[in-house]
């Protein structure tokens, strides 16, 4: 039995739903990398925030630069 060409391009076409569940995997996706691109950026901005105010702080020669600066934190404590 030989095919028409019709019913090999309807066979190939995908149909409405299966298009609508891939443009909505496709905009999931896109969504959770520019989350997390958003929340690296606001990530990096406030340690250059710090580093820029250490810098600051240190180019005026201020001896009280350790107010800027938190101490660090032990490896072993979560809290």
Known sequence: MI???YEKEEYLEQD???????QRKKSVVALAILAVLVIAGIFLFEKLRDVSRLQDCLM?????CNDIVEPPKPAGNLR
Do not use: F
Request: proline share 0%; charged share 55%; aromatic share 0%.
């Open 3 to 5: 095919e028409s060409r």
């Open 16 to 22: 409405e739903e299966e298009a609508e569940r891939m």
């Open 60 to 64: 005026t020669r201020a001896s009280n």
